[in-house]
């Protein structure tokens, strides 16, 4: 799926693609239609017919809420021509592109005519890409040497524990949801109890949860938060099991290479991606996880695989 030379593309095709999308799902949740360009959805009647419509982007007008296409023919409507057409959610427009390439619905009733559904299909310029790029993480991938600060404000890197399999997760402290960072907390509290009940495999890895919250998650903080769940006798436990996070110079090149995206949300909150991936003793990936609904029984059968290697 990813080639050099075509990754930035692709990956600006489907962040546009999915913000699109998210705006006519927004759209068709509202039935009051607004000024042109107010960014408000426009509305029209559910009879309206409609028609599918594929050609060029030639000028997009956010003021306006409208966007010029130079289209094929529509089969049953008119033939080749470049008009404008009023977006149904007018905010659409500045995701639009001279020489982009789109596909669309028309809807056309007696008393407007709509454009919505509109899918990028191939971009003109990468000029207008999002500033960042995530990579994937992928097996044999070599993890570079990040460094973060510990809950004993020690400066720790990933290559100190080569000769290990060490298992990193993303997480905030001040996350309230209890299917993200709460629950790969604790996931990683039972991975811990596990591997702690085979003193072999125990000394052979190494937890490491880190936080992409550096301005709040400060050495004490990460204590406090990581003792919670390791419980017991914390200080030797934080001997297995690290509570980080990198300096905020380094924070955008973690996110980026173990692909978590963050962005501000309500009352300090953050939303947010979920990474957790097995680092091989040889520093590289052996398995990523970019999703909840994995279980700590799984990932220790697959940290015993990585130590088989």
Known sequence: MRCVLQQSTLKAMIWIVFSIAAMVVAGCRGNTAGPAGDGQPAAIAADAATYQLKGIVVA????????????????????????PYKLAQPGIATELHPGDHITARLRIS???????????????????????????????QTVPDFKFLNQNARTIAIDQFRGKVLLVTFIYTRCPLPDFCIRMSRNF???EHELAANPQLYNKTHLLSVSFDPAYDTPKVLRSYGGAYIGGNAGERFSHWDFAAPP??????????????????????????????????????????????????????????????
């Open 60 to 83: 997009s007008d956010a003021a306006k809420g409208e966007v010029s296409i130079d289209s094929e023919a529509i089969p049953g409507f008119m033939g080749a021509m470049i008009m």
């Open 248 to 309: 905020p110079s380094e924070l955008d090149m973690v996110e980026q290479f173990f692909d978590v995206g963050v962005s501000p949300g309500s009352d300090n909150t953050l939303t947010h991606s979920l990474s957790t991936v097995i680092i091989a003793p040889s520093g590289k990936i052996f398995r990523f996880y970019p999703n909840n609904d994995w279980s700590p029984s799984s990932v220790v059968a697959d940290v015993k695989q990585a130590l088989a290697q």
């Open 110 to 140: 007696d008393s407007a005519s709509l454009l919505d559904q509109i899918v990028v299909t191939a971009q003109a310029k990468p000029d207008y890409k999002p500033s960042k790029f995530y990579n994937v993480p992928s097996p044999g």
């Open 189 to 191: 509290a039972t991975i």
